[in-house]
DNA sequence: GATTAGATAGACCGATCTGTCTATTTAATC
DNA sequence: GATTAAATAGACAGATCGGTCTATCTAATC
C-alpha cells in the first residue's frame, strides 16, 4: 500500500532535518511544510523518533542508490571508480543545500551508541564502506580491505572539511590523497 | 577578574553539550549541574548562544593544548611527530567520555554556514590543520601543505568512523594510511 | 558599622514542544 | 445510496524552553 501521505511526510521530515536539524525541527513545522494534519503523522508513526528513523532509512536508500550510480557512472571501468568517489563527493558538495553528512549529523545529535538513530548512522556507514571495498576488490588491488578503509577515510575527511570549515577543494584534496594511496597499492 | 561562577558555568556547559548535545541541553539543566543561580548565568552572558560560544571557546584552547602536547611527547623527533598525530587520537578515542568532535556536532546543529558557532568551528578546524602544517614543515617533506592536507582528511575520517560507526580501530587504520602517504612524499 | 557589588531563590512570561482526543469531512468500495 | 476507512481542523494537555524581574542575602571594602 504505501500510503502517499505518509511517503510525503517522510520526504519532508527528510528535507527539514537534513537542513535545519533534528532537535531544531518541531513536528508543527513538518505538518505546516507538508500541508498535513497532526493525526495523520501520528496514526502513521508513533513519534517523533520514529518518523527520524523512517527519514533516516530513506535517506540511507537515496543517497547510497545516487552515490553507486555517480561513481559507475564516472568511472566506467573498475580501476577508474576508486578516483570516482572523489569526483561524486565533488558533485555533492556543489549541491546548493548541501548541509554535511545526514548520518555524522545525526550521530551529533543523539549521541548515545545504543540509540536507534545512532545505531543506523553506523549502518550506513558500513554500508558505504561494504561498497568501497567491492570496488577495490573489482580493481584488481593487492590489498583491497586496506585501501578501502584508506579511502573511507579519506572521503569522511572530505564531508567534514567541506561542511565544518567550508574547504570547496576537499574533495580533490582527497582526490590526490587517494592517488597517492592507490598508486603505493600497485607498487 | 574572570569571575570563579563565570568559570565554572562554561566547564560545565562544555561538559553537558559536549555529552548531549546544544539543542537537547537546557539552561535550567545547566544551572541545576553547576549549582548557580539563573541571574548569574544572564549576567554573565547575554543569551544561550552566547554560553555555547563561550564554551566551544575554551574547548578549543584545552584540546589543541592537549593534543599538541600529547603529539609532542609521543613524536620526541620531528619526523616522528607526523604519525604520533594518530596516536594521540586514539588516545582521545579511547577516553570514556569520547563523544566525538565538538566542533562537528556543533556545525551538525547550528548548519547555517554564518552563523558565529559555524564559524567558531571552521576556525578550531583551520587551526588544527594549520598546526599540522607546521609539523610537516618542521620534518622537511618535499610537499608539506599537501601531506599536511591528506593527514588532516584522515584524520577527520577517523575521528567520524570512531564515534558513527564505533569502529576502534579507526585511529590505527589512519596511521596506516598516513604512513603510506608520508613514505610516498619521501620518496 | 555602612556601603556596595555579586549571587541567591523563585515567581513569572510567552512561546514552543510532543503527543492525545474529538468531531467532522472526504473519498473510495460495495 | 450505504458503509467504511482515512484524513481533516483544532482544541487541549503537561512539560519545557529561553529569558526577565524582584526582593533578599552574602561578603568584601572602606
Redesign the interface.
Known sequence: MASKKREHLIDTALELFY???F??TGIDRILEVAGVARMTLYNHFKSKDELILAALRRRDEKFRNWFMRTVETIGDTPDKRLPAIFDALAEWFNEKQF???M???A?????A?DDPI?GV??EH??LI?KYITKLAKDADLANPE?VA??L??????????R????DEQ?AS??K??AE??L???KA
Open positions: 537542513q535545519n536539524g532537535h531544531a548541509s554535511g553528512c548520518f555524522i549529523n550521530s551529533a545529535e543523539f549521541s551508541p545512532h548512522s553506523a556507514k558500513n564502506l586496506d578503509d584508506s573511507m577515510l579519506l572521503a569522511e575527511g572530505a564531508i567534514v572539511m561542511y565544518v570549515a567550508g576537499a584534496r582527497a590526490l590523497a597517492k594511496i598508486l603505493a597499492s
